[in-house]
Each structure stands twice: as structure tokens, then as C-alpha cells.
């Protein structure tokens, strides 16, 4: 069968050209002429004007044996365990089988952690769950899903988490990939426990698969799990980091590897995967929504790492601790869908073009985004775009200090998530999220809400505090909520006297040392998101060789003189760590004593840590204010930049054991006592 592109080529007599080929490279030509486009704009521009396609592609085939499903639609085959559903076989573009030659069940699976009632960490018991029956959803020419399902019942107490599961998976005609999404179900009659845990997993082959990429500054030549082995490499202070000290490839010998540095937010966590260079192949793991997915867009997750592996995490409880951790109570009954994400897999014509195929899964990316909800899925627990509602509106900003009007900001986050207090989207997974961001108006809309009761949830970066509007919002199936206007007044007081950073959920602001020249993770070289380089805590003590930070309002640059961590210090003499004291220095031209100050502090992350605050008095005991122990995000040691939220108010009168505790702060500010003018 032929198929036939036509372009125009500027600069050159050549106007059109025939190509010839078959369907099972279809995908493969086309993607590079696209990306003779996308590359070689600088020399020449490549104009795609029209693309006959084929007037029929091969449908989906579903073949079914004893112990094996395979899903064909021409252009990929995937092969399951059958009664399982573990996908054991990815063959694409001439590759047999793009997935490890390990044993089966480690190849592409769900898992998720469980533990018992009123158990505390956010450890368990881990369960790569397999089907117990399977049936056809679903089956055409254009369309086979396929149903992997284990129910539990009371001979399983103790064995299994009492969830009936059931994962999916299905593949479209002429699609580049496969589609999976699964149904979680607890009846309330059923024992509570709680769940840590829910995700999906693909192990690729170590021989194929050296190269991965996570965003457009975030990608390179991966070492290989072998170079991890304990004859290769020194444990660092955690089991996921290691320094690698006699990998197969030299080029790798000195760094650091550990499967955190390659977390992203949930906003920007839509793409991820690997590229093999021989034959050029890509594996991508895209996720078009993050409605299912917990603790709303700021939530950290791993993403690809060393295996090579390509993660889609759902529940975690990474960089929030217990607190993301789902428990249910007696009689609560609790069903949702994770999913559908897609897997896709695209290659080009030589692996001088390789690099590309990240655009091109970019590409997908966007289209898959731009087609959620999906209209295929063939469960009614996954409603379509007609099924769902749409809420509106537009947040305004009330502050006296800062505007004598009411104020809007681009880009300030709402969000409808499971009714709450203020701030709880944070951590909540058991329900549905919708966000957007506002236009430089303040107006949002959100659209394919599922159906449920929510609360309407935002935070303005530049502004602290959170905001939430106490009317519980009723999604029906096609409705449209206008809520009109809606006003937030941040935390306020009075007057600004100073502050120290940007109120942004965020410390990247401050000053992030360059990382010791042993422990040293390339990629994060020069590069924008320095944080993610390992031990950067212990850096601290380096900085400050004889006595902690003293900050002096007006004369120090929080970008500079600002450590982005405020951590223990370790002694000399033996492994035992100690608090650090950090001092900020202000002068006031007048004491008001008419009335009290405040001082707002915003924290980014906290892990096992107290913030004490005193003033004028080092020593002072009681201190004027204590966090008490607060938080289990562990930050600092999974490179990340912020944790949870939180925010404390501290009134002012006018008159440890381990080297990753500490405290990230987002914002500090000192208020004056109320005025009755108002000050701009």
C-alpha cells in the first residue's frame, strides 16, 4: 500500500515528493519528516501542506491462550499473563520484547502497600496484585479493553488489603500504545486498613533502554542497575542513594545515583521515559490528568530511575509522610479509578534522529491531554465528558497594605477537591482534584468535574495563606456553576516591616550551596534545580565553620545569605548532630506599644523537627513560640525543594540525632501592629 506526503520545501526547486512504504513504519517516517521540521528550521523550513492516510489500517486483534492475552493492532503487540494481567511482552518496530528478561511479574505491573488499622508510618506490606479471572470488557476492530479482576473476600483477612481490584487495559486501532487504568473498591463492611501506596510499573531492558528523559533540562545517559551492586558501589545515607565508585562505564564513576533526583511535581508530571538508540525506539509513560492522583499539583513523585524503570504514581507518600498516607476507618466504603494513562512508544528512522522521539512523545503528550476524559473506556465508574460538570468563576485578593482595591493575579491556583479545611487538598487522595490557574483577571474555569461534593480551594503565589469558600459545591452530571466573585484576604495584621524571601510553597529562592565535588549528580550541574544534588545539608556546616546564620534586615540578600535549609550541625568529634540557631537582625525606628506584632511563618517542609521561637533572649525558656515536632516529609534527603505547607501566626508582646532533620522556609514576615490607614 502506498501513502503519499506532499510539502513544500523553501529554498529549493524540490516542491513535492513521493514516499512509498509500508503500514508498520507509517509512524516511524512520518514522525521524521516531522522532525526535519522541528530541527532543521535553521537551515530550511519544512512545511507538511497534506497527508494522504490509508484507507483502512489492520483492526485489533485479541488472541487468548491458556496462560497468555495478546493485544495486536499492527503496530504494537503487548502480551499479558492470563488469569494475571501482568504485562510480560512490550515487541514494537522490530524489537521482540522492549520489556526485562526478569521474571515475569516484574515487567509491567500494579502494586500498592498496605498495613492494618491504626498502624502508624507510611511502610507495609507490598502487593504486586494479580488478577484471579479475566474477561473481554470489550471487543471490535477499533477497540479491544480486557479486565484483569481479584475480589476479596474474608479468607483473605490479614493476606491481602480487602480491596476488589480490577486493572484494564486497552488498545485502539492505529495507536501507538496501550492504555491502563484500574478500579480500587473497599465495601464498608469490609476491615479498614490503610494504603500507603498505588502504582504502575514497567522494567525495560538494560541492554536497550540507556537514555531517559523527564522534561527538556532533566534527561541523559542513565548508569545501569548493575553499577548499584554493592561490589560497585558505597551506600550513602539512605538505601535509594549510592555513590558509584567501579561502574561498568567509567563515564559514571563519582556520581551519585538515587532515584528521588528525578521526582517532579504533579503539574509538570505528564512525560516520562526512556530512549533505546539501537534501533531508535522510545518508551513513554504519559499521564493526561491528575484528578486521581493525591495531594493535588504540588505533590511530588518519582517518575523514571535507574532499572531502567518508568513509574506512574498515584498514591505516595513521598514528601508528606503519614499524613498522605490513606487509612480507612470501620464502615466507610470508598471506590476510584486510577486512570486510564497511555503507554506510548514511538521510533525514528536512525538513531542520529533518537534524541527527537522525546518531542514527538511531547507531541502525544499534548494530544492526550487534549482528549481527557477519554470516550473509550468501557466502565460506568469512569464518566465521560457529557457526565461531568464545570464550575467557574473568578478570586480576587483583599489586602489594605498592599492595594486599596481588591487585587487579582495571574496564575493563582483553585482547585476543587473532597470537602475540608483550608489547605487539606494537600493531602488528600481518597477523593478526586481538578485545578487550573486564573488569567491576570483572577477568572478560572474547570471543566470535566465528576460528579461529587466539593470545597473550592486556592493559594496566589506572592500572597500567603489558603483559601477556601465554605459553600459545598454539588456536581451533577452537564452542570455549569458560576461562582461569580470570590474574595480571599490573606493572613493580615498590619503593616510589612520586613520580610525574608518569596511566599511560594517554595525555598529555591534562598541560597543552595554548590554540592560537595564527592557527591555529585551531573545532570544537576549548572543547572537550574541545584537542590536535587545529594547531601547539600551537610554543606551548611562548611559555610558556617564557627557559628550559625545571623541574617541582618537591610544589609543581607536572602538569595545569598539565606541557607534554603535550616538543618542540624554535625559534631567533630563523633556522628551525633546538634540544633543550629539562626539569628535575624532588625532594627525599629519606634516600639508601638499600643498593640501587638506578628510574625508569620511560612514553612516549606519540615521533617522531625521543633521551631523554637525567641526574641532579644537566646536562652530564653519557655521559648515565645514552638512548632512542637512537626512533620515527616523528608525533604531534604529526597532532593526535593518543598514538602507540605504550613503556616504559623506568632504574637509578639511590644516589650538532635540525625543530619536530615531540619525545616525549609518559604516565607518570613514581621507585621507591624494594625494602623487605621491604610498603607499601599
Given at each position: 500500500?502506498?501513502y503519499?506526503?506532499?510539502?513544500?520545501q523553501?529554498?529549493?526547486?524540490?516542491?513535492?515528493?513521493?514516499v512509498?512504504?509500508?503500514y508498520?513504519?507509517?509512524?516511524?517516517?512520518?514522525?521524521?519528516?516531522?522532525?526535519?521540521?522541528?530541527?532543521?528550521?535553521?537551515?530550511?523550513?519544512?512545511?507538511?501542506?497534506?497527508?494522504?492516510?490509508?484507507?483502512?489500517?489492520?483492526?485489533?486483534q485479541?488472541?487468548?491462550?491458556?496462560?497468555?492475552?495478546?493485544?495486536?493492532?499492527g503496530?504494537?503487540?503487548?502480551t499479558?499473563?492470563n488469569?494475571?494481567?501482568?504485562?510480560?511482552?512490550?515487541?514494537?518496530?522490530?524489537?521482540?520484547?522492549?520489556?526485562?528478561?526478569?521474571?515475569e511479574?516484574?515487567?509491567?505491573?500494579?502494586?500498592?502497600?498496605?498495613?492494618?488499622?491504626?498502624?502508624?508510618?507510611?511502610?507495609?506490606?507490598?502487593?504486586?496484585?494479580?488478577?484471579?479471572?479475566?474477561r473481554?470488557?470489550?471487543?471490535?476492530?477499533?477497540?479491544?479493553?480486557?479486565?484483569?479482576?481479584?475480589?476479596?473476600?474474608?479468607?483473605?483477612?490479614?493476606?491481602?488489603?480487602?480491596?476488589?481490584?480490577?486493572?484494564?487495559?486497552?488498545?485502539?486501532?492505529?495507536?501507538?500504545?496501550?492504555?491502563?487504568?484500574?478500579?480500587?473498591?473497599?465495601?464498608?463492611?469490609w476491615?479498614?486498613?490503610?494504603l500507603?501506596?498505588?502504582?504502575?510499573?514497567?522494567?525495560l531492558?538494560?541492554?536497550?533502554?540507556?537514555?531517559?528523559?523527564?522534561?527538556?533540562?532533566?534527561?541523559?545517559?542513565?548508569?545501569?542497575?548493575?553499577?548499584?551492586?554493592?561490589?560497585?558501589?558505597?551506600?550513602?545515607?539512605?538505601p535509594?542513594?549510592?555513590?558509584?565508585?567501579?561502574?561498568?562505564?567509567?563515564?559514571?564513576k563519582?556520581?551519585?545515583?538515587?532515584?528521588y533526583?528525578?521526582?517532579?511535581?504533579?503539574?509538570?508530571?505528564?512525560?516520562?521515559?526512556?530512549?533505546?538508540?539501537?534501533?531508535?525506539?522510545?518508551?513513554?509513560q504519559?499521564?493526561?490528568?491528575?484528578?486521581?492522583?493525591?495531594?493535588?499539583?504540588?505533590?511530588?513523585?518519582?517518575?523514571s530511575?535507574?532499572?531502567?524503570y518508568?513509574l506512574?504514581?498515584?498514591?505516595?507518600?513521598?514528601?508528606?509522610?503519614?499524613?498522605?498516607?490513606?487509612?480507612?476507618?470501620?464502615?466507610?466504603?470508598?471506590?476510584?479509578?486510577?486512570?486510564?494513562?497511555?503507554?506510548?512508544?514511538?521510533?525514528?528512522?536512525?538513531?542520529t534522529?533518537?534524541?527527537?522521539?522525546w518531542?514527538?512523545?511531547?507531541?502525544?503528550?499534548?494530544?492526550?491531554?487534549?482528549?481527557?476524559?477519554?470516550?473509550?473506556p468501557?466502565?460506568?465508574?469512569?464518566?465521560?465528558?457529557?457526565?461531568?460538570?464545570?464550575?467557574?468563576?473568578?478570586?480576587?485578593i483583599?489586602?489594605?497594605?498592599?492595594?486599596?482595591?481588591?487585587?487579582?493575579?495571574?496564575g493563582?491556583?483553585?482547585?476543587?477537591?473532597?470537602?475540608?479545611?483550608?489547605?487539606?487538598?494537600?493531602?488528600?487522595?481518597?477523593?478526586?482534584?481538578?485545578?487550573?490557574?486564573?488569567?491576570?483577571?483572577?477568572?478560572?474555569?474547570?471543566?470535566?468535574?465528576?460528579?461529587?461534593?466539593?470545597?473550592?480551594?486556592?493559594?496566589?503565589?506572592?500572597?500567603?495563606g489558603?483559601?477556601r469558600?465554605?459553600?459545598?459545591?454539588?456536581?451533577t452530571?452537564?452542570?455549569?456553576?458560576?461562582?461569580?466573585?470570590?474574595?480571599?484576604?490573606?493572613?493580615?495584621?498590619?503593616?510589612?516591616?520586613?520580610?525574608?524571601?518569596?511566599?511560594?510553597?517554595?525555598?529555591?529562592?534562598f541560597?543552595?550551596?554548590?554540592p560537595?565535588?564527592?557527591?555529585?549528580?551531573?545532570?544537576?550541574?549548572?543547572?537550574?534545580?541545584?537542590?536535587?544534588?545529594?547531601?547539600?545539608?551537610?554543606?551548611?556546616?562548611?559555610?558556617?565553620?564557627?557559628?550559625?546564620?545571623?541574617?541582618?534586615?537591610?544589609?543581607?540578600?536572602?538569595?545569598?545569605?539565606?541557607?534554603?535549609?535550616?538543618?542540624?550541625r554535625?559534631?567533630?568529634?563523633?556522628?551525633?548532630?546538634?540544633?543550629t540557631?539562626w539569628?535575624?537582625?532588625?532594627?525599629?525606628e519606634?516600639?508601638?506599644?499600643?498593640?501587638n506584632?506578628?510574625?508569620?511563618?511560612?514553612?516549606?517542609?519540615?521533617?522531625?523537627?521543633?521551631?523554637?521561637?525567641r526574641?532579644?533572649?537566646?536562652?530564653?525558656?519557655?521559648?515565645?513560640?514552638?512548632?512542637?515536632?512537626?512533620?515527616?516529609?523528608?525533604?531534604?534527603?529526597?532532593?526535593?525543594?518543598?514538602?507540605?505547607?504550613?503556616?504559623?501566626?506568632?504574637?509578639?508582646?511590644?516589650?538532635?540525632?540525625?543530619?536530615?532533620?531540619?525545616?525549609?522556609?518559604?516565607?518570613?514576615?514581621?507585621?507591624?501592629?494594625?494602623?487605621p490607614?491604610?498603607?499601599?
Amino acid at each position: 500500500m502506498n501513502y503519499f506526503i506532499i510539502f513544500k520545501q523553501q529554498f529549493s526547486n524540490i516542491t513535492s515528493i513521493n514516499v512509498s512504504f509500508h503500514y508498520k513504519s507509517f509512524h516511524s517516517i512520518l514522525f521524521n519528516f516531522i522532525t526535519l521540521k522541528t530541527f532543521r528550521h535553521h537551515k530550511h523550513s519544512l512545511n507538511i501542506i497534506k497527508l494522504r492516510l490509508p484507507m483502512s489500517t489492520p483492526a485489533v486483534q485479541l488472541q487468548i491462550e491458556d496462560d497468555h492475552v495478546v493485544m495486536d493492532n499492527g503496530i504494537v503487540q503487548v502480551t499479558l499473563s492470563n488469569p494475571g494481567g501482568i504485562v510480560t511482552g512490550i515487541q514494537y518496530n522490530g524489537i521482540d520484547n522492549l520489556l526485562a528478561v526478569d521474571d515475569e511479574i516484574h515487567r509491567g505491573y500494579w502494586d500498592y502497600v498496605w498495613s492494618e488499622a491504626g498502624s502508624t508510618g507510611t511502610t507495609g506490606t507490598f502487593d504486586i496484585f494479580e488478577g484471579t479471572s479475566f474477561r473481554v470488557v470489550m471487543e471490535s476492530e477499533d477497540q479491544v479493553e480486557i479486565s484483569f479482576a481479584r475480589t476479596w473476600d474474608s479468607s483473605l483477612e490479614g493476606k491481602f488489603a480487602s480491596l476488589n481490584l480490577d486493572k484494564r487495559f486497552i488498545m485502539l486501532r492505529n495507536s501507538s500504545g496501550f492504555y491502563a487504568y484500574s478500579i480500587f473498591e473497599h465495601l464498608a463492611e469490609w476491615p479498614p486498613f490503610n494504603l500507603p501506596q498505588i502504582r504502575i510499573v514497567f522494567k525495560l531492558r538494560k541492554d536497550k533502554f540507556h537514555y531517559m528523559a523527564i522534561a527538556d533540562n532533566r534527561q541523559r545517559f542513565m548508569p545501569l542497575p548493575d553499577d548499584r551492586l554493592p561490589e560497585r558501589s558505597q551506600p550513602l545515607v539512605v538505601p535509594e542513594a549510592v555513590l558509584l565508585v567501579d561502574p561498568v562505564e567509567t563515564e559514571f564513576k563519582g556520581e551519585v545515583d538515587d532515584k528521588y533526583e528525578y521526582s517532579s511535581e504533579n503539574q509538570d508530571l505528564h512525560v516520562h521515559g526512556w530512549i533505546c538508540f539501537d534501533p531508535p525506539v522510545g518508551f513513554w509513560q504519559i499521564t493526561p490528568s491528575s484528578e486521581f492522583r493525591s495531594g493535588g499539583p504540588l505533590k511530588q513523585n518519582l517518575t523514571s530511575h535507574v532499572g531502567p524503570y518508568a513509574l506512574a504514581m498515584f498514591i505516595s507518600a513521598h514528601y508528606g509522610g503519614e499524613d498522605l498516607v490513606l487509612k480507612f476507618s470501620p464502615n466507610e466504603a470508598w471506590k476510584k479509578v486510577f486512570g486510564p494513562v497511555f503507554i506510548y512508544v514511538n521510533s525514528a528512522m536512525d538513531k542520529t534522529h533518537a534524541l527527537s522521539l522525546w518531542d514527538d512523545a511531547k507531541i502525544q503528550s499534548f494530544k492526550e491531554v487534549q482528549s481527557w476524559p477519554y470516550s473509550f473506556p468501557d466502565s460506568e465508574d469512569f464518566p465521560r465528558s457529557d457526565q461531568r460538570g464545570k464550575v467557574s468563576g473568578r478570586l480576587q485578593i483583599r489586602d489594605r497594605y498592599v492595594s486599596k482595591e481588591n487585587y487579582s493575579v495571574r496564575g493563582a491556583y483553585v482547585g476543587l477537591a473532597p470537602p475540608g479545611d483550608a489547605g487539606s487538598w494537600q493531602t488528600e487522595g481518597k477523593g478526586y482534584q481538578f485545578w487550573t490557574r486564573t488569567d491576570a483577571d483572577g477568572y478560572f474555569s474547570i471543566s470535566h468535574v465528576r460528579t461529587g461534593n466539593y470545597n473550592l480551594y486556592a493559594w496566589v503565589p506572592g500572597v500567603i495563606g489558603d483559601y477556601r469558600n465554605d459553600t459545598i459545591i454539588v456536581i451533577t452530571p452537564g452542570c455549569d456553576v458560576n461562582l461569580g466573585d470570590l474574595l480571599f484576604e490573606p493572613p493580615r495584621d498590619g503593616p510589612t516591616l520586613w520580610d525574608i524571601g518569596i511566599p511560594d510553597r517554595s525555598a529555591a529562592e534562598f541560597y543552595v550551596p554548590q554540592p560537595n565535588p564527592k557527591y555529585i549528580n551531573k545532570l544537576y550541574v549548572n543547572h537550574p534545580d541545584r537542590f536535587r544534588q545529594y547531601g547539600l545539608w551537610e554543606r551548611y556546616a562548611d559555610l558556617y565553620p564557627e557559628g550559625d546564620l545571623v541574617y541582618t534586615v537591610g544589609v543581607s540578600d536572602y538569595k545569598k545569605d539565606w541557607f534554603y535549609a535550616q538543618v542540624n550541625r554535625k559534631k567533630d568529634d563523633d556522628d551525633t548532630y546538634t540544633a543550629t540557631t539562626w539569628q535575624i537582625k532588625f532594627e525599629l525606628e519606634r516600639l508601638d506599644q499600643t498593640g501587638n506584632y506578628k510574625l508569620r511563618l511560612a514553612l516549606a517542609t519540615a521533617n522531625i523537627a521543633e521551631l523554637q521561637v525567641r526574641i532579644n533572649d537566646a536562652k530564653a525558656d519557655p521559648p515565645l513560640f514552638s512548632t512542637g515536632e512537626t512533620g515527616h516529609d523528608n525533604t531534604l534527603v529526597r532532593h526535593g525543594i518543598h514538602g507540605l505547607y504550613r503556616l504559623y501566626n506568632v504574637e509578639i508582646p511590644a516589650i538532635t540525632d540525625s543530619p536530615v532533620q531540619g525545616i525549609m522556609y518559604d516565607y518570613i514576615r514581621l507585621e507591624g501592629p494594625p494602623t487605621p490607614a491604610k498603607i499601599f
